[in-house]
């Protein structure tokens, strides 16, 4: 492109490459979805269309960038954790972020129809912020996911107090906030025992847990992801085997742990990246704390 006099205002722009051999998070964050939840009548404490509409939009954006490793989402935000090896945009931190927060926000108003029929949306439309922030190690990202799975279970025990207080106790906020004020953990377990006979254990894990979505290579691609034929899936833990994206191979499957071994040439990060975007996008409702996920998952961060 000819170089015009206006050319020098580039070097206005900021450098905000983030550091290599990281893994980076960016986080998602409905803008005002207390309001929108009002206006859109949402269920209290949980909607579960709406929780189904962020599940659905995040798989979208697990689709669309294979660099992602794994999703973690609750309530109105999600969290997307991009692989430390991640080279996407020279990882420039507001052009990841941005390409996420536009992605999701493009599939959750495009797949809005799907969860709410009856609802159409109108303006304000629904928009999200986002954020990215970046864990040198493998411990400090799982702490992060710990952080936002802890938060999730200490506000749905207390969304879900408050709100039985309300619809079946016949307390205004105003009372059912000063009933739980000073309240731990267990005292909520008893209210909602003893007097709705709501045993809190037996509420749905999507409420309690929130959602992990990675990419579940222990399953063949259904047909229509892929062509060529590949084994049925392989039916018990630990089998960790993936589908090949190479059709000359007579197997159709190889060890998992050999797939990401950094540096990668260019054609083996192509084939991976292929390999990333045939995968089917697993969506979860259990635990991400204790090591049983990763550890029966170990694909995920290598
Ligand atoms: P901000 O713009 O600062 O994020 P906000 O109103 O979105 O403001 P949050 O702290 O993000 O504030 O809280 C999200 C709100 O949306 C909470 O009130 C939460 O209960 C509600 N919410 C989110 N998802 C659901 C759902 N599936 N069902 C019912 N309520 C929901
Ligand atoms: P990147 O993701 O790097 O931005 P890109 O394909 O979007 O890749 P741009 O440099 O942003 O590349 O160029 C935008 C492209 O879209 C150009 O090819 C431009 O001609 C085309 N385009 C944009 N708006 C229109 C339009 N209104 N009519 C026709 N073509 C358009
Ligand atoms: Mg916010
Ligand atoms: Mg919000
Ligand atoms: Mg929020
Ligand atoms: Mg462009």
């Not at 450098?15 to 980076?24: G, K, S």
Request: neutral net charge; glycine residues 2%; aromatic residues 12%.
């Amino acid at each position: 492109m000819a170089n015009s006099k206006y050319e020098y205002v580039r070097s206005f722009e900021q450098p905000d490459v983030l550091l290599p051999n990281t893994w980076i998070v960016v986080r998602i964050d409905g803008r005002g979805f207390h309001k929108l939840t009002t206006k859109y009548n949402f269920e209290k404490p949980n909607d579960r269309r709406a929780l189904d509409l962020m599940n659905a939009a995040a798989a979208g954006v697990m689709k669309e960038l294979p660099d992602l490793v794994a999703a973690y989402g609750v309530s109105d935000e999600f969290s997307f954790v991009f692989h430390k090896d991640c080279t996407l945009f020279e990882r420039r931190a507001s052009k990841l972020t941005t390409t996420i927060v536009s992605t999701f926000t493009s599939y959750y108003v495009f797949l809005w129809p799907t969860y709410f029929p009856t609802t159409p949306l109108s303006a304000p439309l629904p928009t999200f912020d986002g954020r990215a922030v970046l864990y040198p190690s493998v411990r400090n990202l799982r702490d992060y996911m710990s952080w936002r799975q802890v938060d999730c279970h200490i506000n749905n025990l207390y969304n879900t107090t408050f709100w039985a207080l309300i619809q079946h106790g016949g307390l205004d906020s105003q009372q059912a906030e000063k009933e739980l004020m000073g309240t731990v953990s267990s005292d909520k377990n008893e209210i909602l025992f003893s007097r709705f006979k709501i045993n809190y254990n037996n509420e749905p894990d999507i409420f309690k847990k929130g959602t992990v979505l990675y990419r579940d290579f222990t399953i063949a691609p259904t047909p229509s992801q892929e062509s060529a034929s590949t084994d049925p899936a392989p039916s018990q833990a630990p089998k960790v085997v993936v589908p090949t994206t190479d059709s000359t191979s007579a197997s159709t499957s190889t060890p998992v742990t050999a797939a990401r071994t950094p540096p990668l040439s260019k054609t083996a990060a192509e084939k991976d990246r292929k390999r990333r975007l045939k995968a089917r996008i697993a969506i979860e409702h259990i635990d991400i704390i204790k090591d049983d996920f990763w550890d029966q998952r170990p694909w995920i961060l290598t």
